[in-house]
């Protein structure tokens, strides 16, 4: 039966009705000299399915991967009377062939295939599709479920309801279709001026001690996100939000949150009890171009483990439990995610769902997790994502990189950013225990970015990289009596001058040499003040200035320790002469008033065993 099911496809006019003859039948079309003729009845679609079937590598039809790439799937049509309700079958199924010899899979026989490979070209590579400029509006719309074009003998459980559809619509998002309802601004954020600055901000704010974070996840508190975010150039991405009721979906902190992470994944903070401190790394970059520590903050984040970035969507539960042994690791995503990234044109913009779809046609491949039936959202039972279509590209690999991309990439300056609330996009997930969700992660809202030039020379496209120009805000002088007048401070310029100067007035300043010896003693260096405020005044420093950094450098030095010593209280005060003259002894002790002597801890078993051989003991603590 199958055999005359496909010989009734062919433009035979006397078909035999032996089994053998039917088989010769059919290889002289898809074999012989007829089958060119035969490949001119498949449609553009369908022909484009043979092709990319051939020159893949694997020479298996992959249906998710074509229709990324062109946004539709062929129409294989019905198989006779086992899948009658498709209508009737079209020329595509004698090219390519389901049955159990490859599991399944739609497949090019190879000796077809060979075929093939004389006459059909190469598909084309798959591109990055971008625009110039961004749309004056994003449209509102809800997703309606488009029965009509649902391949119903694809699937031979479709009822025709609404569960069936909105489960095949999960898997082949092509055929959902979107309604306008309405229309609303979209929020653009041009993130490479800001971060230039940011990162300054934010290492002198570790250098002041502000940044507590969690001695167990490293994460940043509340109160340092929310203070944070008040004190970044251009703020977060979302105004703060607060929950009216606990079930309320509400976007938390997005930058205030990556920063305190990108920064210790570079080694330029570490934690020191709860706050952040400097690094003798994180030193060097407050006077080392933004650019070059923003470019290391990347680096580093691509291969850090701190944080798996998929943690954050934490609707999806499981992740931290019973699922977490089955989680890839991200440090094996995100390069995969750059790869792809480094195809995009610098300085135009990328739609989000395009650049998915890229990534998916072209191969960029990954996992989020190897168990999804360990993750699920709401009920472990009934809400796993192992249940078909909940755990498609768009729930897992999508949700990933939508929050590497808005969370780290933007935050870093290396994407130009355009954005509406994520309860604003329409769903793109379907099942069990989402039905009151605003949305699934609140990274859902990123529809567009940019590549700019910082992302360019950040991901190795560029060479070098000419800084943008951040306009210069402050304008000062510096008076002999150590006052410095200030107006139009940045905040990290702000936090510069509060390490070194008391703070007078609004707009007057003081250098302190306590403030200045506490700089120094903490790893700071003084040369940093010196040009901040020599190339803001107009002036040269007066003198009394240039002596103030010569002998604050210098006595601020003139100070070193050698270690920890123990203090020792002698009987009387000739035993503490004794111990400190004698020739045992003088070399490992010193005197430390009439009946005291100091011993460096270090030292602590070779002086008593000295003291003994002198005459001497001493109880042990």
């Known amino acids: 039966d199958d055999l005359k099911a496909r010989t009734a496809l062919l433009p035979a006019e006397n078909v035999p009705g032996r089994k053998g003859e039917l088989v010769s039948l059919i290889a002289r079309y898809l074999i012989g000299e007829k089958l060119k003729a035969l490949w001119s009845q498949l449609n553009e679609v369908q022909q484009n399915a043979v092709r990319e079937t051939i020159y893949s590598s694997n020479g298996i039809f992959n249906v998710q991967r074509f229709a990324a790439k062109y946004g539709a799937l062929p129409s294989f049509g019905g198989t006779g009377s086992r899948y009658g309700r498709g209508g009737a079958p079209t020329v595509l199924r004698l090219f390519l062939l389901d049955t159990s010899s490859y599991g399944g899979y739609k497949v090019v026989p190879g000796d077809m295939k060979a075929e093939l490979l004389k006459f059909v070209t190469a598909p084309a590579a798959p591109s990055v599709r971008s625009v110039e400029t961004l749309p ?8 309606k479920y488009d029965f009509s074009q649902v391949d119903k003998d694809d699937d031979d459980d479709f009822d025709g309801d609404e569960d069936d559809v909105s489960s095949y619509a999960a898997r082949t998002p092509e055929h959902v279709k979107f309604v306008k309802t309405g229309k609303t601004d979209m929020q653009m954020r041009e993130t490479e001026r800001a971060a230039l600055q940011d990162v300054a901000t934010v290492l002198r704010l570790i250098e002041r001690g ?6 167990k996840t490293l994460q940043p508190s509340g109160a340092t996100q929310k203070e944070l975010a008040k004190l970044l150039r251009d703020g977060d991405f979302y105004e703060e939000e607060v929950k009216k009721n606990k079930w309320d979906d509400i976007v938390t902190p997005i930058k205030p949150f990556a920063w305190p992470m990108l920064v210790q994944a570079g080694k330029l903070a570490e934690l020191h009890g709860n706050k952040l401190a400097l690094t003798k790394q994180g030193r060097a970059a407050l006077s080392a171009p933004p650019a070059e520590t923003l470019k290391r903050l990347w680096d580093s984040w691509l291969k850090s483990k701190m944080l798996d970035e998929f943690n954050r969507i934490d609707v999806i539960k499981g992740q931290h439990g019973k699922g977490k042994r089955g989680m890839t690791a991200a440090a094996n995503r995100r390069p995969v995610i750059q790869s792809a990234l480094q195809q995009c044109p610098v300085n135009r913009w990328v739609k989000f769902q395009d ?4 990534m998916q046609a072209a191969s960029y491949d990954f996992q989020v997790t190897r168990e999804p039936w360990d993750l699920y959202i709401s009920d472990a039972n009934y809400g796993s994502l192992d249940y078909e279509g909940a755990a498609g590209w768009h729930v897992l690999q ?5 929050c590497l991309l808005f969370e780290y990439a933007a935050t870093l300056g290396l994407l130009d950013v355009a954005y509406v609330h994520p309860s604003m996009v329409p769903h793109d997930f379907d099942s069990w225990g989402t039905d009151d969700l605003d949305f699934l992660s609140q990274y859902d809202g990123l529809l ?16 070098s990289y000419t800084p943008i120009g951040i306009e210069a805000k402050a304008t000062l002088s510096v008076l002999p009596s150590l006052q410095v007048n200030a107006s139009g401070l940045s905040l990290d310029e702000a936090l510069l001058l509060e390490t070194w100067a008391e703070k007078e007035s609004d707009t007057v300043w003081r250098l302190d040499r306590d403030k200045a010896f506490n700089a120094i003693e903490s790893g700071s260096n003084i040369a940093e003040l010196r040009e901040f405020l020599a190339a803001r005044d107009e ?11 010569v002998t604050t450098e210098r006595n601020a030095r003139a100070l070193k320790q050698k270690g920890n010593a123990i203090l020792i209280e002698c009987a009387n005060k000739e035993l503490a002469e004794l ?8 070399k490992l002790c010193l ?6 002597i100091a011993v460096k801890e270090n030292d602590e078993e070779a002086f008593r065993k000295a003291a003994h051989l002198v005459g001497y003991g001493m109880p042990r603590v």
């Open 398 to 402: 999508g949700r990933y990189i939508l």
């Open 210 to 215: 502000k940044i507590v974070v969690s001695d």
């Open 579 to 586: 111990l400190a003259t004698n020739e045992r002894t003088k």
């Open 448 to 463: 567009y970015f940019r590549l700019n030039p910082l992302g360019a020379y950040c991901m190795g496209l560029d060479e």
């Open 136 to 143: 004056e509006h994003f449209e509102l719309t809800k997703i």
């Open 591 to 596: 005197r430390a008033g009439d009946k005291h």
């Open 355 to 358: 650049f998915s779809r890229f």
């Open 539 to 549: 002036q040269e420093l007066p003198d009394t200035v240039v002596a103030f950094f």
